[in-house]
């Protein structure tokens, strides 16, 4: 930061050619890092949303094993509370 404070402190033809410099190519840097960023941001962005596929459809497996389990346990309680209420009324 410093040497850019003394670059317009010290010289005022250097800051205006550097202002000028910006203005003029500016757009055309802007315009070149764009197309060579565009291309890299696209591809993180299908990765994460590949990963983020991935991660929900292993969330869903899971919960659905859970779910599944969970429904047996269930099943398994009522058939053995059932026979015992059998058991003891006979």
């Known amino acids: 930061m410093a040497l850019i404070e003394d670059v317009f402190k010290g010289n005022l033809a250097a800051g205006l050619a550097i202002g000028v410099g910006a203005i003029i190519f500016?757009?055309?840097v802007i315009q070149t890092m764009g197309s060579i960023l565009r291309p890299a941001a696209k591809t993180l962005i299908k990765g994460?949303?590949?990963f983020y596929r991935e991660t929900l459809s292993e969330i869903g497996e899971i919960a659905t094993d859970l779910v599944a389990e969970?429904?047996?346990?269930?099943?398994?309680?009522a058939s053995s509370g059932a026979a015992q209420d059998h058991h003891a009324t006979a």
Do not use: C, I
């Not at 969970?70 to 309680?77: G, K, S, T, V």
């Open 70 to 77: 969970a429904r047996a346990e269930l099943d398994q309680e």
């Open 48 to 50: 994460g949303m590949v």
């Open 26 to 28: 500016g757009p055309t």
